[in-house]
Nanobody, 127 residues
Framework: QVQVVESGGGLVQAGGSLRLSCAASGRTFSSDAMGWFRQAPGKEREFVAGISGSGSRIYYLDSVKGRFNISRDNAKNTVYLQMNDLKPEDTAVYHC????????????????????WGQGTQVTVSS
């Protein structure tokens, strides 16, 4: 059975940094793209960042480019999201999905595996 567990969220002031981790277990994930999503109250879920199994293909939401960095350690079945220069608008529950696929043309379309979601971790950025 696949389990996905996020950690690393918290309360931080604007301009601060956080590093989220997403640990997956139950099978090997090195061939699967993994990704981070976020959902703020009253808003739709956003695809924030994605990384292919090899790490050679990466996607970022425009509003986080230059501030967030996604990486993975396949030996640990873990994907990370380093978030720098955080802004109040980054406040949301961040979820990881351990099996995604995306196409970026002409607009990004992402698919996710229903049973590969974590429970989420809250990120709150104060102004």
């Amino acid at each position: 059975q696949v389990q996905v567990v996020e950690s690393g969220g918290g309360l931080v002031q604007a301009g601060g940094s956080l590093r989220l981790s997403c640990a997956a277990s139950g099978r090997t994930f090195s061939s699967d793209a993994m990704g981070w999503f976020r959902q703020a109250p009253g808003k739709e879920r956003e695809f924030v960042a994605g990384i292919s199994g090899s790490g050679s293909r990466i996607y970022y939401l425009d509003s986080v480019k230059g501030r967030f960095n996604i990486s993975r350690d396949n030996a640990k079945n873990t994907v990370y999201l380093q978030m720098n220069d955080l802004k109040p608008e980054d406040t949301a529950v961040y979820h990881c999905n351990a099996k995604i696929a995306w196409e970026s043309r002409p607009v990004v379309v992402v698919t996710t595996a229903e049973d590969y979601w974590g429970q989420g971790t809250q990120v709150t950025v104060s102004s």
